[in-house]
């Protein structure tokens, strides 16, 4: 079983639409929670970064952690067409390593 | 603010050959990891160093290693190598003492093993 699983996709949405990406994890010891979008042949840019469960919101972007269920979403609101990208939900212990999920890939169609 | 920087943007070797892969880590910033990426995959991670000093490893073999110079940059030293070894490899630099585990990441080396 890996450590973090993400559905891969791809996904296709509407422009305009809500997107829902999510991520689960086996290890109940992870304790920092970070998304990160990723363009073709780019590095990974960090978008969300939170520690605790709850909610986190920044402009359209809402990222959501459930420690319970050991189940993490990131949600995008009034999506665009520059939202087109990999998404890679990333989870860690503590400093070190960041264990990634697969990325999901998602389009947006004007 | 300086972002996190990488070089060679791109690299071909030939199986056998062995490359040095760099890193300049965004200002401010003292911790550098370094992560692989396959096509269609999340990236793995390698390992970290802090320091000076190799701070936490993947599942990666002796083959791979990796220095942290005074300034915090970093190379990744790649021997022997196998065509599996073909993926894009970025570094990550982070800061600790004090901080958090937000990880900023270059734009990646894309390496070509034939």
């Known amino acids: 079983q890996k450590e973090v699983e993400q559905d891969p996709g791809p996904l296709s949405v509407p422009e305009g639409a809500i997107v829902s990406l999510n991520c689960t994890y086996s290890?109940?010891?992870?304790?920092?929670f970070m998304w990160y979008r990723q363009y073709s042949r780019k590095g990974p840019e960090l978008l969300m970064y939170t520690y605790s469960s709850g909610n986190k919101e920044d402009g359209r972007f809402t990222a959501q952690v459930d420690k319970s269920s050991k189940y993490i979403s990131l949600f995008i609101r009034d999506s665009q067409p520059s939202d087109s990208a990999t998404y890679l939900c990333?989870?860690?212990?503590?400093?070190?390593?960041?264990?990634f999920g697969q990325g999901t890939r998602l389009t947006i169609n004007p | 603010e300086t972002g996190v920087t990488q070089s060679p943007t791109h690299l071909i070797k030939t199986r056998g050959q062995q490359v040095t892969l760099r890193c300049s880590s965004q200002?401010?910033?003292?911790?550098v990891s370094w992560y692989q990426q396959a096509l269609g995959q999340g990236p793995q991670f390698i390992f970290q160093?802090?320091?000076?000093?190799?701070?936490g490893r993947g599942n990666f073999p002796p083959r791979f290693s990796g220095l942290q110079f005074p300034n915090y940059s970093s190379e990744l030293n790649v021997n022997a190598l196998e065509l599996d070894d073909s993926a894009l490899y970025l570094c990550?630099?982070?800061?600790?003492?004090?901080?958090?585990?937000?990880?900023?990441f270059g734009p990646g080396t894309r390496l070509t093993v034939l």
């Open positions: 990333a989870i860690s212990q503590g400093a070190q390593k960041l264990v």
């Open positions: 290890n109940s010891a992870f304790q920092y």
């Open positions: 990550a630099s982070s800061k600790r003492d004090p901080g958090g585990n937000e990880q900023f």
């Open positions: 160093y802090y320091r000076e000093e190799e701070n």
């Open positions: 200002s401010g910033h003292n911790t």
